[in-house]
């Protein structure tokens, strides 16, 4: 017995030593993992510091030498330049400090691709849950990835339309971070070496907003992948609210360029700007549809604000989850004016690097996390590809398959002398580009039959306004659908511009054209209304009308001259709409005037 409970007694406090000596094994294990986490985390942070300062030094020698070495090309961020001035103690800030704001843009352009960056599973948006995935693009061990050559063109197309300098040599890096929605628990991406950089876009602010232009410097943009969807179940739908969420790793792999801008943008109407400038480019190379709704093109604004003069940034805050141009705009707004009360009010240390969230139904910003350091993500070069080699001849290929932009069609048309609101139009839809474009070819080809006739304006004016809205009404999809094609409103403009029918009379004409199609001219012979521009004629008609009305003849001629207006009707009345406008007012105010 005794021997037995000795036993079980030593076996016990071996069991017990044993545990001791592997918690401690485990516990040393953890201190080792966390000091070398730390220990990473240094060396990250120096690699970066060091990066910046070869950059920085780099640019300074070029700069200082005058000579185009490669380290000129090194140019540096608005970030970084605002970085090496430390100036903040040379603007205090008090309650009545005048404040700027700085504001940039990420943009994730999902690339309309046939298959994923790297593996061939294809994607459609709405697919039932987790049914477009594969071994690769779930991440399994022992798969590779296979980086798509469209995905490389799609990029490099929207790169040379935002006039970046496409790198000869690029590479692929994995960014580091754990979230429910990526499979891998890394995405490939591109740190350091970007497929695209130091590019620009010029953005018009529409007329109702007030007009104008902007030059947005572009800073970078890189090909990754993008994650998975999570779908919360429960409450109100939202993260904050669910009870579980649902991973639909369908979206997983799919091709993104991320583009990312210098702070250039003065204002929310600017930021719209560019994203509804953006969205055209894109659709215009059919890299992607910017589909706002479907996630095809997401938009992160990042705010912060200074006092004016100072050139050292503050802090940024990144606000996301923005379904519209207008919701970027207003978030914008409510981010700005939250950060300068804060300041005001003496808490400026509450404004932090952080992800915030836009909340369209209270119309403000919430926190949705803090935002992590580049160090956080432990960037380093993807293993399982090679550098991404885009020679001089490529690209210069890729350009010349590339189409008209809009801002070379908007330049075009500004050539013609169309009015800034109907270039807006035009511009906004591509096929009314292509549509517009064939009205001005089919006049050209009649003008070489007949005299030459300038219609751009007319065509241009019918268009957006009376062929547009019917379009609209009828939800046709594209101007293709009228029953009027491209060559008959070329001879309806024709008729109008060369003066053998009035603009009243296209008005009235015009619906029935639009209900049945067919030729202008044949429908102005057979109604008999082709414009009266025979000077006997038109003369014969205001000696009528003036002989008609001898009273407000006699009042015109004692000084009540607004009677013109009145005549001038009752002319075209007595034509039933056909007397030439401009020659019947000059014959009419030379019989006024004897």
């Not at 700007?273 to 992160?300: F, H, P, T, W």
């Not at 511009?427 to 030459?452: M, Q």
């Not at 491209?486 to 309806?492: D, T, Y």
Request: aromatic content about 6%.
């Amino acid at each position: 017995m005794n021997n037995t409970t000795t036993s079980t007694t030593t076996s016990l406090s071996s069991l017990s030593s044993r545990f001791r000596r592997s918690a401690k094994k485990n516990n040393n294990n953890k201190n080792n993992k966390k000091e070398a986490t730390g220990i990473f985390h240094q060396r990250e942070e120096t690699r970066q510091q060091q990066r910046r300062r070869r950059r920085r030094s780099a640019t300074t020698n070029a700069a200082a030498s005058g000579t185009k070495t490669e380290g000129e090309q090194l140019h540096l961020s608005a970030l970084e330049q605002s970085e090496l001035i430390d100036d903040t103690e040379d603007f205090p800030i008090d309650a009545n400090t005048k404040f700027e704001p700085t504001i940039g843009i990420e943009t994730h352009v999902q690339l309309q691709t046939k298959t994923k960056a790297f593996c061939g599973c294809q994607y459609s948006y709405g697919a039932n849950a987790n049914t477009q995935i594969c071994p690769i693009c779930m991440g399994h061990p022992g798969t590779y990835p296979k980086l798509s050559e469209e995905v490389v063109e799609k990029g490099v197309q929207i790169g040379v339309a935002l006039n970046c300098k496409i790198r000869e040599v690029s590479k692929f890096d994995r960014k580091q971070y754990f979230y429910p929605d990526l499979p891998k628990g890394y995405q490939i991406s591109q740190f350091d070496e970007p497929l695209c950089e130091h590019g620009n876009i010029k953005v018009v602010i529409p007329v109702e907003e007030g007009g104008g232009e902007a030059t947005i410097g572009i800073t970078r943009a890189h090909l990754e992948e993008d994650a998975g969807k999570l779908n919360h179940v429960g409450g109100s739908g939202n993260v904050s609210t669910a009870t579980h969420s649902l991973a639909d790793y369908n979206r997983a792999g799919v091709a993104l360029l991320e583009i990312v801008t210098e702070p250039d943008f003065k204002n929310g109407k600017e930021v719209s700007a560019y994203g509804q400038e953006l969205r055209r480019i894109v659709r215009y190379l059919k890299a992607s549809d910017g589909n706002l709704n479907e996630g095809s093109m997401r938009c992160d604004v990042n705010v912060s604000v200074k006092p004016v003069g100072r050139k050292r940034f503050g802090t940024k805050v990144e606000v996301k989850n923005m379904n519209s141009f207008n919701a970027m705009a207003r978030a914008i707004d409510y981010e700005i004016e939250r950060q300068e009360k804060l300041y005001k009010e003496g808490r400026g240390d509450e404004i932090v690097q952080e992800t915030r969230t836009w909340d369209d139904q209270n119309q403000r910003t919430v926190t949705m996390r803090k935002k992590e350091g580049l160090a956080d993500y432990r960037y380093f070069p993807e293993p399982d590809l090679n550098p991404l080699v885009c020679s001089q001849a490529y690209v210069a290929n890729v350009r010349k398959e590339m189409p008209e932009l809009p801002n070379e069609i908007r330049d075009r048309y500004k050539a013609l002398g169309l009015p800034n609101g109907d270039v807006q139009v035009l511009v906004e839809d591509e096929n009314l580009v292509r549509f517009y474009d064939e009205i001005l070819s089919a006049n050209s080809s009649r003008s070489s039959e007949e005299k030459e006739v300038n219609i751009s304006k007319q065509a241009a004016n019918w268009l957006t306004n009376d062929l547009l809205a019917f379009v609209k009404n009828e939800k046709l999809a594209t101007p293709y659908d009228l029953k009027l094609n491209p060559e008959e409103i070329a001879e309806f403009c024709f008729l109008i511009e060369n003066g053998e029918i009035s603009g009243k009379i296209g008005k009235d004409i015009l619906p029935e054209l639009l209900l049945d199609g067919g030729s202008p001219r044949k429908l102005v012979e057979e109604k008999g209304l082709m414009q009266i521009s025979d000077p006997k004629e038109i003369e014969k008609i205001v000696q009528k009308v003036l002989d008609m009305n001898p009273n407000q003849l006699e009042q015109y001629r004692s000084g009540k001259t607004k009677l013109k207006g009145f005549f001038v009707g009752a002319c075209l009345r007595e034509s039933g709409g056909r007397a030439n406008p401009t020659l019947t007012d000059e014959i009419l105010m030379r019989k006024l005037e004897e």
